[in-house]
């Protein structure tokens, strides 16, 4: 149980203001809560985030890890040459006698 008188007041209600409009409430410790930003009206949000091009860099980064659809893309004249598989060998089992190992000999 808490104690008494050294908690705040407790605002279940709190409103949340932006451009002097209530966005939402939540509980906090203020009943009014006044923000620049939130979520509603975020550019990350919303959707509406540019992305600025300093010096190319996002051109940069585009050609380096070949997202971008021109500079990035392969020639077309370079082909991997065709892997060919080694010959498949059965694997020896483990009791047949091998040519390294003689098999012993009856006593």
Not at 38 to 48: D, E, K, R
Request: glycine share 8%.
């Amino acid at each position: 149980m808490a104690k008494a008188d050294i908690h705040p007041t407790w605002y279940p209600d709190a409103k949340v203001i932006c451009n002097g409009e209530v966005v939402m409430t939540t509980g906090s410790t203020s009943p009014e809560i006044n923000v620049d930003v939130w979520s509603g009206n975020h550019p990350f949000y919303t959707g509406t985030q540019k992305i600025l091009d300093t010096e190319g860099r996002v051109d940069r980064f585009m050609r380096k890890y070949g997202m971008g659809g021109g500079e990035a893309a392969a020639p077309a004249d370079k082909k991997a040459a065709p892997v060919e598989a080694a010959p498949a060998q059965p694997a020896a089992s483990a009791m047949e006698p091998t040519a390294e190992a003689p098999a012993e000999a009856d006593a």
